[in-house]
């Protein structure tokens, strides 16, 4: 079995480096990453930096916050680059532009390694339970190369097309989850404010047209005023901006889109970036006068 390098052990990076390890894959991880012990508890090696993992690995897995950290992890003093030897295979599962992850596939083509971009979906919920779906950027021989890796993590895998149409499809993802949290948190306000039981009303929608994910988790989390973060609004605003970006460059409207991120922009302001994105309903609860 391959050895793999696996770089970000966050809410979401830890859960899957753990499902690796189950399945028998030998894993290294940075041994500056607090979450590391736990790793190396379950049988993962700890490495210095980013080039010691490229360099006694076959396959490098980040899953960091945004396209800077990276494009640091990768081509930043002591980075990946320095140490990645021709043959591997890098695959970044963060949420980042396309535009950087189809740099990062050129960059490390020229030094023959392929390179996958390979966002997922599915929260910290997916992520522990091993049933993410998982989209996937890059070339088919490096997509069935990583399968396997995949399957470890996730359950719903798609190989999209050429380099960067995983993180489009992520983008395109947040857009709707984003959207669909909002509707469900102006309804359940609408609701609330008219005096109607909330555990009902979301019990009557999900046996309807108006079923979803989001209704069914996120409902429940506005019922019971459960707001710890599964997926931080800082991190959904920062994918919203991608999804923004993205319509800039290929002069499509997208109104909703906007709409929530300016939401999600006072929530900011108000210091709930920390809080999960379901929270919006607290800004709508607020222009409400709840």
Do not use: W
């Amino acid at each position: 079995m391959e050895k793999i390098g696996f770089i970000g052990l966050g809410i979401m990076g830890k859960p899957m480096a753990l499902h690796l390890l189950k399945a028998g894959y030998a894993v290294s991880v940075l041994e500056k990453n607090k979450a590391a012990k736990e790793l190396v508890d379950a049988g993962a090696r700890s490495v210095p930096t980013p080039a010691k993992i490229a360099q006694g690995c076959d396959v490098v897995i980040t899953m960091l916050p945004d396209s800077p950290e990276v494009v640091e992890v990768v081509s930043g003093k002591d980075g990946v680059l320095e140490g990645i030897r021709q043959g591997s295979l890098f695959i970044d599962m963060s949420t980042i532009a396309p535009a950087t992850a189809k740099n990062l596939y050129e960059l490390l083509r020229r030094r023959g390694v392929e390179a996958l971009d390979a966002p997922v979906s599915g929260g910290q919920t997916g992520a522990e339970a091993g049933t993410l779906s998982i989209m996937v950027g890059g070339a088919e021989q490096a997509f069935q190369r990583g399968l396997p890796l995949f399957q470890a993590m996730g359950k719903n895998i798609v190989h999209i097309g050429g380099p960067g149409s995983g993180q489009m499809t992520k983008a395109c993802n947040q857009m709707i989850v984003g959207i669909t949290i909002q509707a469900v948190a102006e309804a359940f306000t609408l609701a609330r404010k008219a005096g109607v039981d909330l555990a009902k009303l979301r019990e009557a929608l999900l046996g309807g047209f108006a079923q979803s994910r989001i209704l069914d988790l996120h409902g429940k989390r506005i019922i019971e005023r459960n707001f710890l973060p599964g997926f931080k609004i800082k991190l959904h605003r920062k994918d919203m901006n991608i999804a923004l970006e993205a319509g800039k460059e290929f002069s499509v409207p997208l109104y909703g889109t906007a709409l929530v991120a300016e939401h999600m922009d006072a929530l900011l302001a108000q210091g709930k970036g920390g809080s999960d994105h379901s929270a919006i309903a607290l800004l709508i609860e607020q222009l409400a006068g709840l």
